[in-house]
């Protein structure tokens, strides 16, 4: 079986590929898969469907929006649920092993328990390196065939395309999607040219989606209702209550009504006008709206902007994007007949994923490097620190999806130890990292070869060389995004590999 799996941060997604056809798979009569993980004190650990179950049961607690936490973790992580440390990277495999389990027993898939499952999977376009790496390696952990990670806005593009191509012209032939999940969004500008989707550029904001505008919602219920203080329980009972009261607003609802009778049976619900709601969530799509006019500014670094005239439209996705304030903005902003919201806004990732493995679509997807990925190093005999930029954002990544990026580096030593610190970024400035900055583990290694059998390394002092060994620098840059380094000295031939990670 093929399968696209979108896993988001409120829900996850998948859709098969079936002769030509995308359908979204149902479990249990659902469409959507939850993201949730809940743990009791005795250890007891449930995923999805099972701790949706459970989720207002004594003794129950719930990790909602775990999806989130990937954006600042490593592989050791650890959270506490129940009164007891798990390592992230467990929970999600685990969350991952029963979502494989009910594809074969609780959906329509029609998977077979022994049947291999061949998966493209996506991750947000701003994600850093460890978060694709810590989900590739719990895909594959869980028994899924991963045969491709893509960012998410770019596989909403091949759904577009597949639904849409006609809306493709000579003259128009981009096009913007608008990712609003319930975590972070993204905003990627596509080229499409036949069946060529070609990424000019993505960007995105790590945590603006559907659970900020949740919180939104509550805070205006508990200001206007004039709540008492509630605790983090009872809280998270109030945003989850918001949450199903959001996603029932259609574009002609005028009440917006909240029951609050988990929180006290005696108290009658809440209402307000809906233009209260819009009016708190307003501030989080501006700045969806701002994000779009700098993708729209000069993607290709050549001081030239792509002309409004030559886009075919915003294309709406993500479970978010079907808050109807969200259209209403964007069609003041944009035009009324180029912002086009998704049949299906939680599922066109999912179904774009699925699309990219049906070979017999014919689709090509030319993807980017979504961050800039380098490292300091030393400069004029120690008196300064520049950037060095090993990988720019938005450089071309291999058509084919599995063939990895390679670049080089050489020069000759000036230290006995090489002490590289790494970093990912989503933007440059001046030179130097700035934006969302994600530092990884330093890396030691040893130039000087009476060090190469050391394994304390950090407490060995560092001294300046002048007759160094050449260094060569060997960067490969997986189709996930994770990043392995390998040094080598020469002519010893000393050589080290190193794969790239936070550790915490």
């Keep these: 079986m093929r399968v696209g799996i979108d896993f988001g941060t409120t829900h996850t997604v998948a859709a098969i590929v079936d002769r030509g056809n995308y359908p979204v798979v149902a479990f249990d009569g659902v469409d959507a898969w939850p993201s949730l993980i809940a743990a009791n004190a005795a250890g007891e650990l449930r995923f999805g469907l099972d701790a949706a179950a459970v989720r207002h049961q004594p003794g129950w607690s719930v990790l909602r929006s775990f999806k989130r936490l990937l954006g ?58 460890t978060q694709r790496f810590m989900t590739l390696d719990a895909f594959v952990a869980a028994g899924f065939q991963v045969v491709a990670l893509l960012n998410e806005p770019s596989a909403a593009g091949l759904e577009y395309a597949h639904r849409y191509r006609s809306t493709i012209t000579a003259k128009r032939e981009y096009v913007l999607i608008y990712d609003l999940g319930g975590g972070t969004f993204d905003a990627s500008l596509l080229k499409m040219a036949g069946h060529v989707n070609e990424v000019v550029v993505s960007e995105g904001i790590q945590r603006l989606g559907g659970d900020d505008f949740d919180d939104a919602i509550a805070q205006l219920v508990v200001a206007q209702s004039k709540l008492p203080q509630l605790d983090a329980e009872n809280y998270a009972l109030l945003v989850e209550e918001c949450a199903a009261r959001k996603e029932a607003v259609g574009p002609q609802t005028r009440r917006f009504l909240v029951d609050l009778a988990t929180l006290d049976p005696d108290r009658p619900p809440f209402f307000c006008p809906i233009d209260d709601v819009y009016a708190v969530c307003a501030p989080l799509v501006d700045k969806t709206s701002e994000l779009l006019s700098r993708v729209l500014h000069d993607p290709a670094g050549d001081g030239k902007d792509v002309p409004w005239s030559e886009v075919a439209g915003i294309y709406v996705v993500g479970g978010a994007g079907s808050f109807p304030l ?179």
């Design 72 to 129: 600042d973790a490593g592989p050791h992580t650890t959270v506490n649920l129940a009164g007891r440390e798990h390592r992230l990277a467990d929970l999600l495999t685990g969350f991952l092993t029963q979502l494989k389990s009910d594809l074969c027993h609780r959906s329509n898939a029609g998977a077979a328990a022994t049947e291999r499952i061949e998966a493209a999977i996506s991750v947000p376009a701003n994600s850093s390196s």
């Design 326 to 504: 969200v259209s209403r903005m964007l069609r003041a902003e944009f035009g009324e007949k180029r912002v086009k919201r998704s049949p299906h806004p939680f599922a066109a990732t999912a179904i774009g994923l699925a699309v990219f493995l049906d070979t017999d679509a014919g689709f090509v997807l030319s993807e980017r490097f979504s961050r800039h990925f380098g490292v300091f190093r030393e400069a004029q005999a120690g008196s300064d620190v520049i950037f060095d930029p090993i990988v720019p954002k938005d450089a071309s990544l291999p058509a084919d999806g599995r063939t990895p990026l390679v670049v080089s580096r050489t020069y000759r030593a000036a230290h006995n130890i090489g002490h590289f610190r790494f970093v990912e970024c989503s933007r440059l400035v001046n030179g130097r990292p700035d934006g969302d900055v994600t530092p990884y583990d330093p890396v030691l290694f040893p130039f000087d070869p009476s060090l190469h059998d050391r394994d304390d390394l950090g407490r060995q002092p560092v001294g300046r060389c002048s007759d160094g060994p050449q260094v060569e620098e060997r960067y490969v840059v997986a189709p996930s995004g994770a990043v392995e380094v390998t040094l080598t000295t020469q002519p010893a031939g000393f050589r080290r590999t190193f794969r790239l990670e936070r550790r915490a």
